[in-house]
């Protein structure tokens, strides 16, 4: 008789996406944020494929606010990069605190996934308060830098060195990704991704988002741009233009 197959646990990951206008930077092509966004989709996708009951949700560490509840349908963090808005600076701690509460009522695999794309100030005293918090909590935190500060570097590997301690598994990880380096090139080749996704490829679909990313960051970069009196006038002259460049519609399968 076979043995049953054991049930596969649920993971919960809430990803702290940087949204600070410092990401717009493009020494990651084609900027920063972009970067960011590419990440958290090949990470849903990985997990989803591991597990479709996995749950995800996304804070917006600029301004330190829920942009997405938990959810299992990773369509709805993909359409809210379609239309994010930027502030000055990061909240770090702020941010990984929110993340927490969002978890806090999950049973299983409990994760926080922060992305560091831009210079932050980082409360040290708040930030060791709430690492003993996570710990307890039995939460594990990864930290992908895009960003080449060696005091933040410090700070993160020694705040992942204190959650792994008697961990067995290790489960807090620190991924630096260097500039003109593809970062899902960069979240492959580190263990981030559960082992069970191994593929070297970009399929239709990851394809097809990147493009409808692309352009919709694009078109909001350059309307930033215009100043209120011109983007009235731009609006004005669209409509009676054909919509042949407007932002393809992501199917829902």
Do not use: W
């Amino acid at each position: 008789m076979a043995s049953k197959k054991a049930p596969q646990v649920v993971e919960t990951t809430v990803f702290c996406l940087d949204n600070s206008d410092f990401t717009l930077n493009e020494d990651f092509l084609p900027n920063r944020l972009q970067a960011q966004c590419e990440g958290i989709n090949l990470i849903m996708k990985s997990k989803t494929v591991s597990n479709p009951s996995n749950y995800f949700g996304l804070v917006a560490m600029a301004n330190a606010s829920i942009l997405v509840p938990l959810t299992q349908n990773f369509n709805d963090i993909l359409d809210k990069f379609l239309d994010l808005s930027f502030c000055d600076d990061i909240d770090l701690v702020a941010s990984l605190h929110m993340a927490y509460t969002m978890l806090t009522n999950k049973d299983g695999i409990r994760k926080i996934l922060a992305f560091i794309a831009s210079p932050c100030d980082i409360n040290e005293v708040k930030l060791n308060e709430l690492k003993k918090i996570l710990k307890v909590s039995d939460v594990g935190v990864d930290i992908i830098l895009l960003d080449q500060n060696s005091k933040t570097l410090k700070i993160m590997f020694d705040f992942t060195t204190f959650l792994n301690a008697d961990d067995d598994v290790k489960r807090s990880k620190v991924v630096f990704v260097y500039p003109d380096t593809n970062i899902n090139t960069a979240l492959k080749s580190s263990d981030i991704l559960p082992v069970t996704y191994i593929t070297n490829d970009v399929d239709e679909d990851e394809a097809y988002f990147i493009m409808a990313l692309n352009l919709s960051l694009q078109e909001k970069h350059d309307l930033d741009a215009y100043t209120p009196e011109e983007q009235n006038e731009n609006v004005s002259n669209d409509t009676h233009e054909d919509d042949d460049n407007s932002l393809p519609q992501k199917e829902t399968k």
